[in-house]
């Protein structure tokens, strides 16, 4: 099976000990609740019990994958209940610009390190505070079910709250960490990139009753990234339609889609149609599409040219005034 069908939103088609072949988890990799390396501390997203929580959820594990990215394992996390932020400050040359991170699973996993911490590898190399976000899952959001083969959207979006919760810290906390409040931004990957554009859409109004200072502060991010994203196309095919849960305006941020054509998990129609609804709001957007490049490559150099995306990235950070532009 190829490597890029494993973050798939698609694995929601399966029953759960076909996931876990499709993943190749090895018996006996599990570990309770996953942990940055050391000097890197986990901060609670919420004081107390997290809005909207499920009852008698099964306990968070670690898992190892068997299948590579690149010549490389990768993990992720399952049964996320407590939603945590880890934050990677910049080794030289702070910036005051600051990323949070969004790894993709389809709503059901989380590639902690294949779109998580090695995001902040790079973005930290760079002079750019990291925020990995560990949001809940499983079913936090738009997700495929297997009983009705359709997309279902949950009654509380888990994932939604967790993301503008972490935004609002964030802010709350820029002084602190040496961070511009006015230069904030997200970036995800999959189902980490439909919550990107969730969070360029949503930021009006808490999706939970607010808590304390943090909610006070804005969610509203002030770039985006989308990275091979999904759930933003309805899968119509009589009409091209943008998911009505996303309602683009002319205060979305600036946005960056990136997308392979023969992606086989995320159609390439779903970075399309939210490019189109971006333009049509006269939102400052770029996209990139290649014909090679499959789905879940993360920032892992392969052959193919879809993989340098980090550099356009950063080029088109220097254009809308967040980084210094590059010669």
């Known amino acids: 099976m190829r490597a890029d069908s494993l973050l798939a939103d698609k694995f929601m088609k399966f029953p759960l000990f076909a996931l876990c072949l499709?993943?190749?988890?090895?018996?006996?990799?599990?570990?309770?609740?996953w942990q940055p390396q050391p000097g890197h501390q986990q901060i609670p997203?919420?004081?107390?019990?997290?809005?909207?929580?499920?009852?008698?959820?099964?306990?968070?594990?670690?898992?190892?994958?068997?299948?590579?990215?690149?010549?490389?394992?990768?993990?992720?996390?399952?049964?996320?209940?407590?939603?945590?932020?880890?934050?990677?400050?910049?080794?030289?040359?702070?910036?005051?610009v600051a990323v949070v991170v969004f790894p993709g699973g389809g709503y059901q996993v989380l590639a902690i390190d294949l779109e998580g911490t090695e995001v902040c590898d790079w973005l930290t190399s760079r002079g750019i505070t990291c925020i990995v976000?560990?949001?809940?899952?499983?079913?936090?959001?738009?997700?495929?079910?297997?009983?009705?083969?359709?997309?279902?959207?949950?009654?509380?979006?888990l994932a939604l709250e967790d993301a503008e919760r972490a935004l609002g810290l964030v802010r709350?906390?820029?002084?602190?960490?040496?961070?511009?409040?006015?230069?904030?931004?997200?970036?995800?990957?999959?189902?980490?990139?439909?919550?990107?554009?969730?969070?360029?859409?949503?930021?009006?109004?808490?999706?939970?009753?607010?808590?304390?200072?943090?909610?006070?502060?804005?969610?509203?991010?002030?770039?985006?990234?989308?990275?091979?994203?999904?759930?933003?196309?309805?899968?119509?095919e009589k009409k091209f339609a943008l998911n009505p849960d996303i309602h683009v305006t002319a205060r979305t941020p600036p946005t960056f889609l990136l997308q392979a054509e023969n992606d086989n998990v995320d159609n390439v129609n779903q970075a399309l149609v939210y490019y189109i609804a971006l333009k049509d709001a006269h939102v400052p957007a770029e996209m990139h599409l290649y014909a090679e490049g499959g789905h879940g490559f993360g920032l892992r150099r392969t052959r193919q040219p879809i993989t340098e995306w980090p550099d356009l990235v950063e080029k088109w950070l220097g254009t809308i005034g967040i980084i210094p532009a590059r010669n």
């Open 22 to 33: 499709a993943l190749g988890i090895a018996a006996g990799h599990a570990a309770p609740v």
């Open 133 to 157: 976000l560990k949001y809940r899952v499983p079913d936090s959001g738009p997700h495929r079910e297997d009983s009705c083969k359709c997309q279902v959207t949950p009654n509380a979006p």
């Open 45 to 96: 997203l919420w004081p107390k019990t997290p809005p909207d929580s499920a009852k008698n959820q099964a306990p968070e594990t670690v898992e190892g994958a068997d299948s590579k990215v690149a010549g490389r394992p990768f993990t992720v996390i399952r049964n996320v209940s407590r939603p945590t932020m880890t934050v990677y400050s910049p080794k030289a040359g702070n910036t005051g």
């Open 172 to 236: 709350l906390h820029a002084r602190e960490w040496h961070i511009d409040p006015h230069k904030i931004g997200v970036l995800g990957f999959s189902a980490g990139g439909h919550l990107v554009a969730a969070m360029s859409t949503h930021f009006g109004k808490r999706a939970y009753q607010p808590v304390d200072a943090a909610d006070k502060e804005s969610c509203r991010p002030d770039f985006a990234v989308a990275l091979y994203p999904g759930h933003l196309w309805m899968h119509d």
